[in-house]
């Protein structure tokens, strides 16, 4: 390849020099690294995968819990049906996570994830999202083999 001929450029992009930006003399600059490749497919994914969140979460009804009865009734308020009954001495427990994670907290939440690759270069805050798609069951676990 030969590289990218050499252009005067005009005082406001040379600051009066004339002479040509470092990051313009050669292809290779303009080129992804494997690594910056690799980042930017991952943020792609985790794009994607906020997406599918954020469509199973706004499909979901709201709901409300009927703590009348002796068991935990999630009760959908578009047609007042039970959604899912808790028992168990779990249920209270449960009944409060799902109240934490509604309707609007599931879209919140997906609009967050979503916005976390174009915020950030910081492959400790990629590698947690993608974990946490992988806790959802929304990405399959990533499978690291050592040798012995």
């Known amino acids: ?12 992009v040379s600051g009066g020099t004339g002479k040509v930006p470092p990051d313009t003399t050669t292809r290779e600059h303009s080129m992804d690294t494997p690594r910056a490749e690799r980042d930017r497919k991952t943020r792609r994914r985790i794009g994607e995968l906020a997406d599918e969140w954020r469509r199973t979460a706004s499909a979901l009804p709201f709901w409300n819990i009927d703590d009348t009865g002796p068991e935990l009734v999630l009760i959908g308020d578009d047609l007042g049906q039970p959604v899912a009954t808790l028992h168990g001495m779990w249920a209270p427990n449960v009944a409060r996570y799902v109240t934490a994670m509604n309707k609007h907290a599931g879209v919140a939440l997906a609009e967050l994830l979503w916005r976390i690759p174009s915020s950030t270069n910081n492959s400790d805050i990629t590698r947690a999202t993608l974990r946490l798609f992988q806790a959802m069951g929304l990405e399959e676990p990533t499978e690291r083999h050592r040798p012995r």
């Open 1 to 12: 390849m030969r590289p990218i001929e050499h252009v005067f450029y005009g005082d406001e």
